[in-house]
């Protein structure tokens, strides 16, 4: 019933700026909280930033490789999720990946099983 839809990834040089997008169906996100992840190749999926209920300041995070370069927001009138990225760098390519917790969840950790849903994957690769 739940479904994650991810778009927006491709091919950049380093500095470039690509926004991901993640359309939630069957899904209520205004308040629960969601978050990207990635996976690189031969490496364990990481999480990227996450949001929480609020939506706002204070109510989001950032690893340290992204803080500064990447922005998380999400437009709940059409239940959708978005991770901005700029300034991105060879060490950005991976897949990356939309995930949400429970409907109700207002708060998550970077932790993979505090999300029960997830997207299919984008792909994004950075050249130099």
């Known amino acids: 019933q739940v479904q994650l839809v991810e778009s927006g990834g491709g091919s950049v040089e380093a500095g470039g700026t690509l926004t991901l997008s993640c359309r939630a169906s069957g899904y209520i996100i205004s308040n629960t909280c969601m978050g990207w992840w990635r996976q690189a190749p031969g490496k364990e999926r990481e999480p990227v930033a996450r949001?929480?209920?609020?939506?706002?300041?204070?109510?989001?995070f950032y690893a340290d490789a992204v803080k500064g370069r990447f922005t998380i927001y999400k437009d709940n009138s059409e239940d959708t999720l978005y991770l901005r990225m700029n300034n991105l760098e060879p060490e950005d390519t991976a897949v990356y990946y939309c995930?949400?917790?429970?409907?109700?969840?207002?708060?998550?950790?970077?932790?993979?099983?505090?999300?029960?849903?997830w997207g299919q994957g984008t792909q994004v690769t950075v050249s130099s």
């Open positions: 995930a949400a917790r429970e409907r109700g969840r207002r708060y998550c950790r970077p932790q993979r099983d505090d999300f029960p849903y």
């Open positions: 949001i929480d209920h609020t939506g706002g300041r204070g109510g989001t």
